[in-house]
């Protein structure tokens, strides 16, 4: 990707590419794929097998497939499949073919029956229970099925029958031959067919049986004609069968699989299975809620691909696994943001201000810089009049040592407009504060060179007559440590709904819009809850941040 350094040093993955094309290991172009299963939407993990996946496939002027792997029907579904086009899609990439392993069902089946002639493959009768019994553990070696040797012509026979629906779910299944005392025991005689009288999201009702995973996905890379295939450690365990599926079946020129560390971070979920179960809880609306991890919801949150694409180059590839701060993830929206946004005056917690010396009826109109690292991104107007609304906590009544913002008797800078000084603070009869009757003092107009005194303190505002109502999400994290245990534990409380006051310009933005709400963070319009009538802000990022890059 273009974000990515030049001259920085390689990583494994392409260490072991050079070789492969030193050596001329392969007849073919370096093709890598993106083989995720459409049983739930993409998330932040996957982006980074994406972003590895397709800018191996650029650097080496080869190409990448994005292959739906859906050879199991019960979760699968075609609404899972259009959702992981658009996130790939919106990512950057474009994929050379879109496949789907269940175009190869036929000729995985053939492979199969390769490997029963072969006297590779036999079928089995074992219950569930036999199975697992017969397995055998780490230290122990496990115990040949009695159905083992059967002969190849019966084992056709079966494996026929059982594609033609004879047979019940579990009552039988098609397993490798192999070595049931191999210490790796994904090699002691593994499943790689199974009964399932399950409709398919694309082959319907025309199979009841179907391949495993480590028998199928190796043949969906082959068939494909993949080199690398590149995958996250849990299948380092799974290469020897990977590789004995493509020998057995006789592949020339076979792919490799290449296993790398998968992406933790802290502080959030990172699974289909739990983001499902966030949902089916509650906790989260929605895949695209902007509080999940996922692609859908982080754009929906007001991350942009370049951010998510830099976090993904940041982090690197390796073996090891390890746990990423999530601050590092906002580092990068907040990076890419500030020199890509306008800024616009949101108070989130508004308290009135009256200018008690400013004369009523009258409005005048502040010039306010819409990004203060980037002149040309120029200025807009907004009105300032006698009453005003601050953040509530830009107030105290009896200030804490180094707060500079108002309290009675301080003056402060309203940013782009005046010097203001609290006089009077108004409360209602629970003694909350429901006002605050200040002074301005006019030679302090900003820009009007006015240099007489110093304030510490500056805080924004808008104007009360034309200020727009807006409301704010802001959210805090999926996952809080429990300060105790010092374990990671889900946050019950994750969503903070503002009923905010925005300068009037707002108006003109549309769902999708970006902002940095002056001196409180970026936020996006919402794209399904704001309407024309009344506007919804999601959160992105605050401002500030606690992760600084290592040197
Ligand atoms: P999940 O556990 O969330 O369901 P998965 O691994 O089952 O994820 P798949 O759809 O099978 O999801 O994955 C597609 C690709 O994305 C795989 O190659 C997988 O290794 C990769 N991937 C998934 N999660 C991560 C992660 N956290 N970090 C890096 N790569 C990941
Ligand atoms: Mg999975």
Redesign the pocket.
């Known amino acids: 990707m273009e974000e990515k350094e030049k001259n920085v040093s390689k990583n494994f993955i392409e260490t072991i590419i050079d070789r492969d094309l030193e050596e001329g290991t392969y007849d073919r172009p370096v093709l890598t794929r ?4 459409p ?2 939407y993409l ?1 932040i ?2 982006a ?2 994406i972003c590895l996946n397709f800018s191996i496939g650029a650097e080496y002027n080869g190409s990448t497939n994005l292959r739906f ?1 859906d050879t199991n029907p019960t979760k699968e579904s075609s609404e899972f499949v259009r959702s992981i086009e658009e996130d790939v899609r919106w990512l950057g990439f474009e994929w050379a073919s879109e496949c789907f392993a269940s175009d190869y069902f036929e000729k995985m089946y053939e492979c199969a029956e390769l490997l029963i002639r072969k006297g590779k493959a036999f079928v089995c009768e074992l219950t569930p229970e036999q199975m697992k019994e017969y397995r055998g553990t780490l230290t122990e070696p496990g115990k040949e099925s009695p159905y083992r040797d059967r002969d190849p012509e019966e084992n056709l026979r079966l494996f026929h029958e059982m594609r033609d629906g004879k047979y019940p779910d579990g009552s039988m299944c098609l397993r490798a031959k192999i070595d049931m005392s191999s210490p790796n025991i994904n090699m002691r005689d593994p499943v790689i067919y199974r009964i399932s009288h399950e409709a398919h999201h694309r082959s319907g009702d025309r199979w009841c049986v179907y391949p495993m995973y480590d028998f199928a996905h190796p043949l969906e890379d082959a068939i494909e004609g993949v080199t690398h295939s ?3 450690m849990e299948f380092e365990d799974h290469r020897p069968l990977y590789d004995w599926v493509l020998r057995e079946t006789e592949w020339p020129n076979p792919p490799k699989q290449i296993e ?1 560390a ?3 971070i802290t502080n959030t979920v ?4 739990y ?1 499902k179960k966030l949902i089916d809880e509650g906790a989260a609306e929605s895949w695209d809620d902007p509080r999940m991890p996922t692609i859908s919801g982080l754009r929906r949150r007001g991350y942009t691909p370049e951010a998510i694409r830099r976090f993904c180059s940041d982090i690197g590839v390796a073996k090891a696994n390890s746990v990423v701060s999530i601050a590092q993830l906002e580092s990068c929206i907040r990076d890419d943001l500030q020199l890509k946004v306008e800024s616009r005056n949101v108070v989130l917690d508004p308290l009135k201000v009256v200018i008690t010396n400013y004369p009523e009826g009258q409005t005048e109109e502040c010039e306010m810089e819409n990004n203060r690292n980037v002149e040309a991104m120029g200025s807009r107007m907004v009105p300032f009049s006698r009453e005003l609304y601050v953040e509530r906590e830009d107030f105290m009544e009896v200030p804490v040592k180094k707060y500079f913002r108002l309290f009675p008797g301080n003056e402060v800078r309203f940013k782009g407009a005046y010097f203001i000084t609290c006089n009077e603070v108004i409360k209602d009869a629970d003694g909350n504060v429901t006002e605050l009757r200040c002074t301005y003092d006019p030679e302090t107009r900003s820009g009007s060179g006015f240099n007489g005194r110093k304030v510490k303190g500056t805080i924004h505002w808008v104007d009360a007559a034309t200020a727009v109502p807006v409301t704010v999400r802001d959210f805090d994290y999926l996952k809080i440590v429990d300060e105790e245990t010092g374990e990671e534990v889900m946050n019950p409380h994750t969503l903070t709904i503002r009923h905010a006051m925005a300068e009037p310009s707002i108006l003109d933005s549309e769902p999708g819009s970006q902002y940095q709400f002056f001196r409180n963070g970026y936020y996006i319009e919402d794209t399904k809850l704001s309407t024309p009538e009344h506007k919804v802000f999601n959160q992105t990022v605050s401002l500030k941040s606690s992760w600084k890059p290592k040197k």
């Open positions: 993106f083989p995720p299963e049983n739930g998330h993990g996957h980074k097998s792997d590149i995958c996250t790398f998968r992406l933790n990172m699974s289909k299975r983001l």
